[in-house]
């Protein structure tokens, strides 16, 4: 059975009657109706997740934005769930899955190709994308123990450890299958190599800027700076020190034809 | 068989400082520091910059920094005019520019030699 958890959070009422329209009817014709559920203050995405478990549904389709299906994912935890996603806003997430519009998202649920992709926990947070550090005008030096193996330091403003990540032009960086987090260290740079790479800032492709290292590990132990705060979407999830892991393999997610990895 | 995957290049870059084991599926490229030992099935670059308190292993080597340690690359090795390496090496072919620094023992692998056809 599916069950689907919406979330208006970021839709205003006309907006969310208006998509809810579309997502019955694409369910209906698809053929994938299941128990349709919204979140609200009273009836959170944690308690809608423990519903779904008592009713013994075999996927649970997060239908809103990246915050709730991260919101799923960390109610569901490490529990055995298919996952599935519709987006209702704009999606970095979709567009890496393969997933268009709310009818293209039904019908890749209704097709049902479930891939075994790559979660990351800081803390105890799971996250898909990316966790983001550090501010274009502070040098800091970081420091971190990873994988066991090694220590490292390196002075930086900006800094990315990434999971999965939509890239523009082919990259191997940001594969959810690949076993590996991606960690981006940018040092400062100038003001007018800022601007003139500001498109490759905004996107945090930080690899394509001089001088940033480029390290791939499985667990990595944040001790310094102290505080730092570590970033998902623009929310702190966590702050320095903290241990950002690889689960490889640990999400069942319904992916598109399209997707990007 | 299980797929190995190949990991994307690791950058070390020149303001980086790295203390253990640094090891990799993909290229590896130092222009900074690394105590310890680096490892990778794939291509190593040295920078000048660089410099290598570690046992180096690698499919190939390019060296234009510093290296103390013993150096083993299975296919080519290449000094450049800026390298240095003090330690044993053991390459499949190996080259060294004018002005590159060497010292210690330099043990290559025998050339095949090509199966002659007997002559009637």
């Given amino acids: 059975m599916y069950y689907y958890i919406v979330d208006p959070e970021q839709l205003t009422q006309k907006e969310f009657e208006r998509v809810q329209s579309i997502l019955y009817s694409s369910l209906s014709e698809f053929r994938i109706s299941g128990e349709v559920v919204r979140a609200t203050g009273v009836r959170t995405i944690p308690q809608l997740v423990e519903n779904a478990f008592a009713h013994e549904a075999k996927t649970i389709v997060a239908v809103g934005s990246e915050a709730t299906l991260h919101e799923v994912i960390n109610a569901v935890g490490r529990r055995d769930m298919v996952i599935g996603f519709i987006p209702l806003v704009d999606s970095e997430i979709a567009k890496i899955l393969g997933i268009k519009d709310i009818p293209q998202a039904a019908q890749t649920i209704a097709f049902r190709r479930v891939e075994s992709i790559d979660l990351a926990m800081v803390n105890e947070y799971l996250f898909l994308t990316q966790i983001a550090l550090g501010d274009a005008e502070t040098l800091s030096e970081i420091s971190f123990r990873a994988d066991d193996r090694f220590q490292a330091r390196q002075n930086f403003t900006l800094g990315a450890i990434i999971n999965m990540r939509y890239n523009e032009s082919y990259s191997k960086i940001g594969d959810p299958t690949d076993g590996v987090l991606d960690v981006l260290l940018m040092p400062s740079i100038s003001k007018v190599t800022a601007f003139l790479k500001r498109r490759i800032l905004k996107a945090k492709y930080y690899e394509q800027i001089a001088l940033t290292s480029v390290l791939h590990v499985m667990k990595m132990e944040l001790v310094l700076p102290e505080g730092l705060p570590l970033t998902l979407n623009g929310k702190i999830v966590a702050k320095t020190p903290a241990t950002i892991e690889l689960l490889p393999k640990a999400l069942k997610m319904i992916v598109g034809k399209e997707r990007k990895f | ?120």
């Avoid at chain 2, 105590?35 to 690698?58: C, F, W, Y």
């Avoid at chain 2, 083993?72 to 004018?98: D, F």
């Fill in chain 2, 1 to 120: 068989m299980a797929k190995i995957q190949e990991h994307p290049d690791t950058v070390v870059s020149s303001s980086m400082r790295i203390e253990g084991e640094l090891k990799s599926n993909g290229n590896i490229s130092i222009d900074g520091v690394v105590h310890g030992k680096v490892q990778t099935s794939r291509d190593l670059m040295i920078g000048p910059n660089a410099r290598i308190e570690a046992d180096v292993n690698a499919a190939n080597a390019t060296i234009a920094g510093t290296i103390q340690g013993n150096v083993i690359v299975k296919g080519a090795l290449m000094i450049l005019e800026t390298g240095k390496i003090i330690g044993n090496i053991s390459c499949g072919t190996l080259s060294v520019r004018e002005g590159a620094y060497f010292s210690g023992a330099c043990k290559m692998n025998e050339p095949k030699l090509p199966i002659m056809e007997p002559q009637e």
